[in-house]
């Protein structure tokens, strides 16, 4: 299963502009240059069981080198903040753990006024942290939430 979504919002260390129109290469295809690991209950930079890698032009998210999940979600953010863009990538879910997604055809998430707030989060800076502090910028992250991923072509169009 391959898919492109497009999202509002932006990003770059080595990057290359489509000649076409603007869109911004930000991952190079070679290595996670530009890309900060941070996985529960590790340090930032701290790919555990090298979770993140780039393998044939592709991200991937894979547990090869886990005995247990434990918690371990985790987080690969692109090292620049952007606050108005177009973001477009391919991916595909491997068959490495089981994922069940069912739509159904209705909408399922829609944000309006993103804020900074709730209570999930722990072991923050406060001053960094400011609950109801309208959302204006912030990092794109690609997700490990357990199961096998695979990212490529991922570009971003700066709005603003």
């Given amino acids: 299963m391959l898919a ?3 999202v509002l919002v932006s990003f770059s260390p080595k990057t290359e502009k489509d000649a076409k129109n ?4 930000m991952f190079n295809g070679k290595n996670l240059d530009g890309w900060i690991v941070k996985i529960h209950h590790h340090d930032v930079g701290d790919n555990y069981a ?7 032009g592709k991200i991937q998210v894979n547990y090869d080198g886990y005995t247990e999940f434990h918690n371990r979600y985790g987080h690969l953010f692109y090292k620049t903040p952007f606050s108005s863009y177009h973001l477009k990538f391919e991916y595909r879910f491997t068959d490495q753990w089981l994922i069940i997604h069912i739509v159904n055809g209705e909408k ?3 944000y309006t006024k993103p804020q900074i707030g709730g209570g999930v989060a722990n072991g923050f800076d406060p ?10 910028e ?5 997700q490990a939430e357990g199961q096998g991923i695979e990212f490529k072509e991922i570009k971003i169009m700066k709005l603003d």
């Fill in 50 to 56: 090298n979770t993140f890698k780039a393998v044939d």
């Fill in 127 to 136: 001053a960094i942290k400011t609950d109801k502090k309208p959302l204006t």
């Fill in 138 to 142: 912030g990092y794109i992250g690609l």
């Fill in 22 to 25: 603007d869109w911004i290469n």
């Fill in 4 to 6: 492109s979504v497009f």
């Fill in 108 to 110: 399922v998430l829609e």
